[in-house]
């Protein structure tokens, strides 16, 4: 058994902050007194990931997810709890624990606004001591995945958003981290610069074994990039677990979908406890759990019941997991 | 204390001076502002020495000579590293700061050094070239006077970049510093000697002052300049001088270690 190359324990951050209560006579005692509320961003989670995973860290805006980011990244230091990333504890080593890491927030960019990129770069080679043939190699991989060369003479400001994250990618890559933190790494990007970061990804997992742990909105990032995802809702950890069995354990749930000749009376829609529901003119779906009824059954009962004309078995999709999980959580 | 690698911490320089490249109309607005202050400072003076023929010891060459030094070398050592870390604290990009395995005051002091080098060339040379036509300023009292005050002006960076560092910490812990900044520099342009000499203020206040850092920003190199001081004498300032520089740089890694666990990153 390898070490795992993040440890994540009891980890909790809280944020305090001084409640602005509104009207003059509250402004002024808060001169004397303030209110102090203490939110809970991140509590008590724990997790271990091993070298080699790309895991995704998923819940609703201000679930936890960035401050969990920031918190393994050495930027903020937690409340109580552990870390342990590539044999560091991020806020306390934090000079020498990033120049074992990539970092990448999709909001930000971590290069230098008004000159040109290969500036940037040039900098971030010196930083981390990357010798020149490094330097080479890296870059000529970085374009030919990327495509880079084309701006690299440009300043970022004038780059588009999918251009500016292939840059910030690349930055993030050039020291050759064996661990890559990604904060939302495809927020804003079109189809095909998206598909272009995640190949990208799963090249350099494949080839450089670089572990992943990336935050994102986007389900078909975590779709095609991760096999293991992390769910947090409201500061704490809701799930951990391959994708497949979060599918099942929250929406254990299959459709039905069937087309009619003839429009059933509201009474027929109710059977042997199925419900069907109109989803369009003269087509009908029915959810059902497979823990009760499986697939076969309910079409047989439905085939008996209706004159149907066609018919068709919807699997749930990821987005309707997460969906429902940040809706209702988990049961 | 963590070493400062050369090879980095230049490059940030390199950065800060690119950085300045960038922007064009701030570089001629920056020129005429420092016209117009030696300008009016040549006037008052005038007006001033109308009824004596000396004030504090100097002559009014001296004095006029006295301004256009200050105001020429605030050119080079004038950094806006508070204003860039209140900025960064801000915004969120100080995590951009954290994520790099480099001490973040060498980052903040090195690039604003880059932008003192670009300034010294292109900034600060020729406005000493135009102020030293325009008025009737003396040249360096000696070839030693010149080096001293060369080096001294150097130090003045490295002691006003310190003291913004600080300055600029106090963002982490407040968010916004725009108050602090206003005051800081009306209070360092007074203090530091850049508009009246700290010779010429009343005792007690100018034995504190000259236990304090901020004559040694703009009174020491100036006077250095001008052979008020020399010998032993011009070798205690410039001790004093580099001292606390020193001294206040490393407390600027003290207050940032402790202000590490204070950081909030806002938004993202």
């Known amino acids: ?331 | 204390m963590n070493a400062i690698a050369v090879r980095p911490a230049m490059s940030f320089a390199r950065i800060g001076f690119l950085n300045m490249l960038a922007y064009r109309a701030r570089y001629y607005v920056g020129v005429l502002t420092y016209l117009f202050n030696v300008a009016v400072y040549y006037f008052i003076w005038r007006a001033v020495f109308r009824h004596s023929p000396t004030v504090v010891g100097m002559t009014l060459p001296q004095m006029i000579t006295y301004v256009a030094v200050g105001w020429t070398i605030r050119s080079f050592y004038f950094n806006e590293i508070d204003r860039d870390i209140a900025g960064q604290v801000q915004e969120g990009r100080l995590a951009m700061n954290l994520i790099r395995p480099v001490n973040f005051q060498t980052v903040m002091v090195f690039d604003a050094a880059g932008q003192s080098a670009f300034r010294a060339a292109l900034f600060t040379l020729p406005i000493g070239i135009v102020i030293a036509l325009l008025f009737p300023v003396q040249p360096p009292a000696s070839i030693a006077a010149l080096l001293m005050f060369l080096v001294s002006a150097v130090v003045s960076f490295f002691l006003v970049a310190a003291l913004n560092f600080l300055v600029g910490l106090i963002a982490i812990r407040t968010k916004s510093i725009l108050g602090i900044l206003r005051a800081k520099y009306l209070v360092l342009e007074v203090l530091s000697g850049l508009i009246i000499p700290t010779t010429l203020f009343p005792q007690p206040f100018r034995s504190i002052l000259f236990a304090s850092p901020f004559p040694h920003i703009n009174y020491t190199p100036a006077a250095l300049y001008l052979g008020k001081v020399t010998g032993a004498e011009a070798g205690r300032l410039l001790f004093l001088q580099a001292a606390w520089t020193v001294l206040l740089l490393g407390l600027g890694q003290i207050v940032w270690r402790r202000s590490q666990h204070r950081i909030t990153i806002q938004g993202g």
């Not at chain 1, 374009?143 to 400001?157: C, E, K, S």
């Not at chain 1, 251009?163 to 933190?181: G, K, T, V, W």
């Not at chain 1, 009824?293 to 009962?301: N, T």
């Not at chain 1, 068709?312 to 429902?324: A, C, G, L, S, T």
Request: glycine share 6%; charged share 25%; net charge neutral.
């Open chain 1, 1 to 331: 058994m390898t070490e795992p190359i993040v440890r994540v324990s009891g980890l909790t951050k809280v944020f305090r902050s001084y409640r602005r209560e509104e009207g003059l006579a509250a402004a002024l005692k808060s001169l004397v007194r303030r209110v102090q509320t203490e939110i809970a961003a991140v509590s008590d989670v724990t997790f271990v990931i091993e070298p080699g995973e790309m895991v995704g860290y998923i819940g609703a805006n201000g679930a936890g997810k960035s401050t969990t980011i920031k918190m393994l990244t050495g930027i903020l230091t937690p409340t109580s709890g552990e870390i342990v990333c590539n044999g560091f504890v991020p806020d306390r080593d934090r000079t020498r624990y990033v120049a074992t890491i990539g970092v990448v927030f999709g909001q930000r960019t971590q290069l230098w606004w008004d000159i040109a990129v290969v500036e940037s770069f040039k900098l971030l080679k010196e930083i981390y001591g990357v010798s020149d043939e490094d330097y080479r190699r890296r870059m000529a991989l970085f374009d030919t995945v990327l495509g880079i060369n084309a701006y690299l003479h440009q300043p970022v400001r004038k780059l588009s958003l999918g251009e500016r994250m292939r840059c910030d990618l690349a930055a993030s890559l050039i020291h050759r981290p064996p661990l890559l933190f990604l904060d939302e790494p495809t927020i804003g990007l079109d189809i095909v610069a998206k598909a272009n970061v995640r190949e990208f990804l799963q090249e350099i997992n494949r080839k450089e074994g670089t572990t992943v742990l990336l935050t994102t909105h986007d389900l078909s990032d975590i779709e095609t990039l991760c096999r293991r995802v992390i769910v947090i809702d409201h500061g704490r950890l809701l799930f951990d677990g391959p994708l497949a069995s979060l599918r099942d354990r929250i929406l254990p749930v299959t459709s039905v979908v069937f087309d009619v000749k003839r429009a059933p009376e509201a009474v027929e829609l109710r059977f042997n406890g199925l419900q069907a529901r109109e989803i369009a003119s003269h087509r009908y779906a029915v959810d059902i759990d497979r823990r009760a009824i499986s697939a076969a059954s309910a079409v047989k009962e439905i085939v008996n019941r209706f004159e149907v004309t066609d018919l068709m078995i919807e699997e749930p999709q990821i987005e309707e997991v997460v969906k429902r999980i940040y809706r209702e959580g988990i049961a």
